[in-house]
């Protein structure tokens, strides 16, 4: 069964970092794309940034760029984000999702959330 | 970044009706586009994906069609279970971008 479960999210203050882990499990890591999409609180979906299986390419929203940064370990089968000096716009439930990349690209599998507060 | 436009933002509707929503691309996207459901508290679930296919397990009501750079999401006859959020999500380019999402209400 294909299982993606994030955690490391919580209360930060403004300008605080938090690092979000994926793990990743029932299926072959290493053969997907892995993305990062947020959502703030009663508002809409925003694609946060991807990486590719080797973690060689790495693609961000304009919205955390320069800021946020994706990783992935694929002994470990998980996906990061680093996120440095958090602003209140990025308080949102963070999910991660996988993108197979055959003909086409789609996010087939999503974990949970979890859930990012910027507060002071 | 490619903008998506999605409308309606919300619809009530009846159980068995027809009910459609449409995303417009700011760009040609082929057909590098997919259609999610949400519901409350829940993450996404992929229902179409290259504007027509439709994702292993999602129920025959649901299509999607596309002509230039307008697509649209259908479901032939709404039940109980479809009343959720529909997003789109373009997956031409990086930054993908998604719409606004439309809110399926019942009457």
């Known amino acids: 069964e294909v299982q993606l479960l994030e955690s490391g999210g919580g209360l930060v203050q403004p300008g605080g970092s938090l690092r979000l882990s994926c793990a990743a499990s029932?299926?072959?890591?290493?053969?997907?794309?892995m993305n990062w999409v947020r959502q703030p609180p009663g508002k809409g979906l925003e694609w946060v940034s991807a990486?590719?299986?080797?973690?060689?390419?790495?693609y961000y929203a304009d919205s955390v760029r320069g800021r946020f940064t994706i990783s992935r370990d694929n002994s470990r089968s998980t996906l990061y984000l680093q996120m440095n000096n958090l602003r209140a716009e990025d308080t949102a439930v963070y999910y991660c999702?996988?993108?197979?990349?055959?003909?086409?690209?789609?996010?087939?599998?999503w974990g949970q959330g979890t859930p990012v507060t910027v507060s002071s | 970044a490619i903008q998506m436009t999605q409308s309606p933002s919300s619809l009530s509707a009846s159980v068995g009706d027809r009910v459609t929503i449409t995303c417009r691309a700011s760009q040609v996207i082929r057909n590098d586009l997919g259609w999610y459901q949400q519901k409350p508290g829940k993450a996404p679930k992929l229902l179409i994906y290259?504007?027509?296919t439709l994702q292993s397990g999602v129920p025959s009501r649901f299509s999607g069609s596309y002509s230039g750079t307008d697509f649209t999401l259908t479901i032939s006859s709404l039940q109980p279970e479809d009343f959720a959020t529909y997003f789109c999500l373009q997956d031409y380019n990086y930054p993908w971008t998604f719409g606004q999402g439309t809110k399926v209400e019942i009457k």
């Open positions: 029932g299926f072959t890591f290493t053969g997907y794309v």
């Open positions: 990486i590719i299986h080797s973690g060689d390419n790495t």
């Open positions: 999702a996988r993108d197979p990349v055959g003909m086409s690209d789609y996010l087939d599998y």
């Open positions: 290259a504007a027509s």
